[in-house]
């Protein structure tokens, strides 16, 4: 049984890394003797190193060895030398750098022009997350790649809390910490932790550091109990990631004050009046802020006039403001399982700035004039006030699209109906133009999470989209292009949603994995969003379809926020900015901030030097909080998937091979769930592996291809690290 011992805790912890200190005072100018003499002899020296006892004779440090001791820690720290067993090396292309990312044995580093290298854990010197340190660039292993070693720690980040459970040592001995993203298991400090047990999901910070990270010493600090519960996971990833969750005092007591006040008449001022026109939200069952309302007439010459019409949350939201602080910090709502951690507080998102049904409020709105083929020709904005006159839900109204809602749906939706068809049809013709541009449809690879009163994940589903809900995607991206055509055209900054093309590496690996597959790819020599739609299309009624799909995924650049306007690839767009969610997301109440400073009629010059610094800042701090954002989003699929899929292990799934490793087969099971079949897991046999291809045993002919469907067994789920193991069925 698994126990502390304080003697050996205590020993341990004094392995740490501690700071050196002397008892005697170091002359300033002997030590900058010492640090230009260490340098100058390693220099002339054979490979540029030198034994300790060698380069103290050179230096003369017995006239003070306090301060030769203090040159070279100096150097070291500072990365012009370097120590390896018993000898001093000087350091060449040495650079300053943040640690990152961390993952199992292996690390990233990121240099101050933003360039990311790769860490192998024998480098990483117990570097953590936010750490400054000293690196050098070294040969990459896989072409193509930056790698590096770090040299020394500049300057450790300041209180680090880090996430993961209690498990036991090697030995059975005593318990240690596992961080989530390490697989170096740390000592504890029992002396100065709250109570913790084997397999209890914890935060810790780091007490003291040794020159591994398995030599570091921490203590725990929060115990949020088994790490069989999805819940306790999250909760502690959240606060170990400094997700902010609760806000200060003084940012609840402005949005509360704002909530309270209401609209006055002020407020009402040079605003559109559209309180008596039929327009209406339609959004998800569960959503309580509701920042996007539509409309929409027929012209007589056949075409549209489209409103889309968003909560004005800019002016409640003022630059300056503690509230516009937090918002801009948080960046993005966050959204897993049932949950949510918002951008506004309640009072603004699920009050005051949200388009409940009767309730005046204040909007922007973009009129937009739709040629009666679906072509977008202009795009008006307003600042208005609306009043709602349904709260659509996305089941209830595709129930009305299709003709099979009952009575009492039918009576809630009479007032809008008529204007839900029209939206039907128009929205086919933006689908069938969007489609003509070439724009790709990738699947979305998420499954939605069905959860019970306890927060205990029941059920997993794919996630579909129906009529309604591609009514409401197809107006917002239409609303979304004006915004950024509006800035365009008017020459005033804004924070644009880009998509850059993808790499023609990228591409030409998909194309030669397509190949393989059996599909004919498209010939192209640059790469248009109309060769990716060929792609998908030629395909798409086939077995390994969500093959092809994730690898398409994995091919595209990454979407971002830029303040400069570099179209959009995956919607074959050139101007495209994010203007229809400013409850939730900080980009879109930035565009609605600028853009209602030049319906104020401000001059260009004004807005650029009032917003181009804005408008970059707030694009790169946005693009960052998304990536934290989908991380953390990710991290909550992956542990509720296991927690459902431990409640069935022994049961037997059908899935497809989507990913082939050197170590084991991933497969996607019909629920959307992820598994790992491992070579070690396979029949005895002996296994050629063609990585991202193929597993195949020679002996029978065997063969587990990329694309194959497969029936396996859930052997194992582990909720922790939400990772799923799989046996051949």
Known sequence: MARHNRKHEQRKQRHGRQPKTSIHPVNPKLQEEYIRKIQIFLKTANMNRMRKTDLANKCRWKRSPSAFNSALEQ???????????????????????????????????????????????????????????????????????????????????????????????????????????????????????????????????????????????????????????????????????????????????????????????????????????????????????????????????????????????????????????????????????????????KALSNGICSLNPDEDRLTISCMMQISKEGDLLEGKFYKSVIRSKVRGVYDECNQILDGSAPAEIQEKYAPVADMLHLLDELAGKLEHLRKLRGAPELESTESALILDENGICVGLAPIERGRSERIIEACMLSANECSARLARENQFPLVYRVHENPSPERIETLKNMLLRLGAEPPKFSEVKPKDIQQLLDSCRNETWFPVVNSLTLRSMAKAKYSHEPLGHFGLALKDYAHFTSPIRRYPDLAVHRIISDFLNGASSDWMQKRYAKFAENAGLHSSDTELRAVQLERDADACYSAEYMQSHTGEIFRGVITSVTEYGLYVTLENRAEGLLRISDLPDGEYEIEDGWYIKDTLTGTEFKLGNLLDVVCARADVNSGHIDLTLA
Request: aromatic fraction near 8%; hydrophobic fraction near 35%; proline fraction near 4%.
């Open 75 to 345: 150097l070291i720290h500072e990365g012009v030398i370097r120590k390896e067993r018993n000898f001093y090396y000087l350091c060449k292309d040495s650079f300053q750098a943040e640690t990152v990312r961390i993952h199992s044995t292996f690390g990233f580093i990121r240099d101050e022009q933003g360039t990311e290298y790769f860490v192998a854990g024998k480098y990483l010197l117990g570097s953590l997350v936010g750490d400054k340190v000293i690196a050098r660039s070294i040969e990459p292993r896989t072409e193509g790649t930056k790698e590096a070693e770090i040299l020394s720690i500049a300057e450790e980040s300041p209180e680090t809390r880090l996430s993961g459970r209690i498990i036991l040592s090697e030995d059975g001995e005593f318990l240690r910490f596992l961080p989530d993203n390490m697989n170096f298991p740390m000592h504890i400090s029992y002396k100065d932790s709250v109570r913790y047990g084997l397999d209890d999901k914890v935060i810790c910070t780091v007490l003291s550091r040794g020159e591994r990270h398995r030599d570091h010493v921490v203590k725990v600090l929060m115990n949020f109990g088994s790490t069989d519960s999805a819940e306790n996971c999250m909760n502690a990833k959240i606060i170990a990631q400094n997700i902010p969750v609760e806000f200060p005092p003084e940012v609840l007591k402005e949005a509360e004050k704002l909530q309270e006040d209401g609209i006055t008449s002020f407020d009402l001022e040079n605003r559109l009046d559209l309180r008596n026109e039929i327009i209406f939200t339609i959004d998800g069952a569960h959503s309580k802020d509701l920042d996007d309302a539509v409309s929409v007439q027929k012209k007589e010459d056949g075409g549209y006039i489209l409103g889309v019409h968003i909560a004005d949350v800019s002016h409640y939201v003022r630059n300056g403001t503690p509230l516009d602080a937090e918002a801009f910090e948080r960046g993005t709502s966050i959204y897993y399982a049932d949950k949510v951690i918002p951008m506004l507080p």
